[in-house]
């Protein structure tokens, strides 16, 4: 069964701390993986796709990283803000029978003063 | 460019009432697809058109349905409503063909619709 699971649930950090978001994926056969940001009460906002061959993103001061032979991926945030609190959602894709999407449940991040 | 834009904004119904929502993309994507999100089940797709075509489904019950016309924007209709369908509904647009290319997807605000 095509699953992908985040960890950890939620998350609390100081402003100006970094921190890193796990997603560990059983997703087969792979075509990408995305970073979503969610603000609560809005849609999703896209932070980064990535494919097999892509090892590394970077947008701004995300950054995500995937190992297609552990099926792992994480996001990492640094010098976090207030602005950054809001639920992170990874969704994996695959391919055969049309393009279909596995989505997390998210992590719950909220940087406090 | 005006971003992805759904209405209603909010919305309530009764049980077995049908509804109709609606999604208009970022002017020049031809895809577009839709999306439930529930507190218990996060994020689930729905389904994705392409030029008036639908491209993918996903496990949903025959009483989802949706369409896309000529000029892209996109309708999602669930009929029979349960208590369970009360959610946040999003549409989300992209410039090609979803498939196993990586384009960006650019969610609109989504509609929440509940269900008494």
């Known amino acids: 069964k095509n699953q992908v699971e985040q960890s950890p649930q939620s998350l609390i950090i100081l402003e100006g701390k970094n921190c890193t978001l796990q997603?560990?994926?059983?997703?087969?056969?792979?075509?990408?993986l995305r970073w979503y940001k969610q603000d609560t009460g809005r849609g999703p906002v896209s932070l980064t796709i990535?494919?097999?061959?892509?090892n590394t993103k970077s947008n701004g001061r995300y950054t995500a990283t995937l190992d297609a032979d552990t099926k792992q991926s994480s996001l990492h945030i640094t010098a976090s803000q207030l602005s950054d609190s809001a639920s992170y959602i990874c969704?994996?894709?695959?391919?055969?029978?049309?393009?279909?999407?596995?989505f997390g449940t998210g992590t719950q991040l909220k940087v406090e003063l | 460019k005006a971003g992805v834009t759904q209405t209603p904004r909010y919305l309530i119904k009764t049980r077995g009432q049908q509804v109709t929502l609606s999604c208009s993309p970022i002017?020049?994507?031809?895809?577009v697809s839709w999306y439930q999100q529930t507190p218990g089940q996060g994020l689930q797709f729905l389904f994705e058109?392409?030029?008036?075509?639908?491209?993918n489904k996903g496990n949903f019950p025959g009483r989802f349905s949706g369409r896309q016309f000529s000029n892209s924007r996109s309708e999602m209709n669930v009929s029979t409503l349960e208590l369970g369908d009360s959610a946040l509904y999003l549409c989300?647009?992209?410039?090609?063909?979803?498939?196993?290319?990586?384009?960006?997807?650019?969610f609109g605000p989504g509609t929440r619709l509940t269900v008494l």
């Open positions: 002017s020049g994507h031809r895809s």
């Open positions: 990535m494919t097999f061959s892509e």
């Open positions: 058109y392409f030029s008036e075509t639908q491209r």
């Open positions: 989300a647009s992209s410039s090609g063909a979803w498939e196993a290319r990586a384009d960006t997807q650019y």
């Open positions: 969704v994996v894709s695959y391919t055969g029978g049309g393009n279909k999407l596995t």
């Open positions: 997603c560990n994926y059983t997703v087969s056969p792979f075509s990408n």
